[in-house]
């Protein structure tokens, strides 16, 4: 089986709780000698009077008075600091920084399609990204309408948990976020998948579960993850945002995976749909993976 690279954009900010990300990437992968990071910092709109307009330096070069660019953020020599003092390959390792031009999200978004990452990964109090999510402005609307990255949103996640509960409905995006799930762990054996349905949700299609859930293991296997490493569930509840929580707090997951639907949010609660809206909120521990 081929042996592939995983590309993360990891968002780094002064908020030292933008570090819950980089700590989880560093835990959840073993083989980091397939994993490449790029720490990405989005800088002040209104700078230090006389930088507005200079790029950020590159590591190789050195300001001086009057030069052609500004010191690169001291959060990001933090952040490759504590990678490199953790063992992580310094060849694996890449440091991007831009003064804000859009807003902070739309500049991340931007990055991430332009650099065509595998996944965004975000600390979950790291940025202002949740407060200018919901403010339900015109250009969030637009921009949640078209990102196509998987998001990893890290909240608290506790060290050393191990697995992936992979939520699954027969839905295209569901699809999509199980092929993510095999992508990312064809090469982590450590970490195994418990594929998720609930049973009081009627599959889209009016498919059959087995059939359900059969697709979503096909995708995984796809991937190359030995059938040993997959394992199926069906639960029924009414509340599944609740059931979710309660299964990856029982089972102590390192991550929870969802899709994410699109069409046009026109109000806060409609931004990722409740179910999405509610793991953002309260998903403790494990890291909520996002796919469109």
Same mark, same amino acid.
């Given at each position: ?43 002040? $709109?209104? %700078?230090?009077?006389?930088?507005? #307009?200079?790029?950020? !330096?590159?590591?190789?070069?050195? &300001? /001086? ?89 890290? $909240?608290? %996640?506790?060290?050393?948990?191990? #697995?992936?509960?992979? !939520?699954?409905?027969?839905?295209? &995006? /569901? ?20 594929v998720l349905h609930n049973r009081a949700s009627t599959p889209v299609g009016n498919r059959s579960i087995e059939s359900v859930m059969a697709e979503a293991g096909e995708l995984l ?44 949010p026109g109000a806060f609660s409609n931004i990722f749909g409740s179910l999405s809206q509610t793991l953002l909120r309260k998903l403790e521990g494990a890291a909520l993976w996002v796919?469109?």
């Amino acid at each position: 089986m081929e042996v592939l690279e995983k590309h993360l954009l990891v968002s780094i900010s002064e908020d030292v709780n933008a570090f819950f990300g980089l700590r989880y990437v560093f835990g959840f992968f073993t083989r980091r000698d397939l994993v490449r990071l790029t720490l990405f910092y989005v800088g002040p $709109r209104h %700078p230090q009077p006389g930088l507005e #307009n200079l790029p950020y !330096c590159s590591l190789d070069e050195t &300001q /001086s008075f009057g030069g052609g660019c500004r010191p690169v953020p001291q959060a990001l020599h933090t952040a490759r600091n504590w990678l490199l003092d953790m063992g992580f390959p310094a060849e694996r390792i890449e440091l991007k920084a831009f003064p804000a031009k859009l807003g902070t999200v739309k500049d991340i978004a931007t990055e991430a399609e332009r650099g065509m990452y595998d996944a965004v990964v975000l600390g979950r109090r790291g940025l202002s990204w949740f407060d200018e999510m919901f403010d339900d402005s015109v250009s969030h609307r637009l921009l949640w309408e078209s990102i196509s990255f998987p998001l990893w949103v890290c $909240r608290n %996640p506790v060290r050393n948990r191990r #697995n992936v509960l992979l !939520c699954v409905d027969g839905s295209e &995006q /569901s699809l999509r976020v199980a092929d993510h799930v095999g992508f990312v762990l064809r090469d982590e054996p450590e970490h195994s998948v418990t594929v998720l349905h609930n049973r009081a949700s009627t599959p889209v299609g009016n498919r059959s579960i087995e059939s359900v859930m059969a697709e979503a293991g096909e995708l995984l296997r796809e991937n190359g993850l030995e059938e040993e490493r997959i394992s199926y569930l069906v639960k029924s509840s009414k509340h599944p945002a609740d059931m979710i929580l309660e299964e990856a707090r029982k089972g102590e997951y390192a991550a929870v995976a969802i899709g994410r639907t699109g069409g046009k949010p026109g109000a806060f609660s409609n931004i990722f749909g409740s179910l999405s809206q509610t793991l953002l909120r309260k998903l403790e521990g494990a890291a909520l993976w996002v796919s469109k």
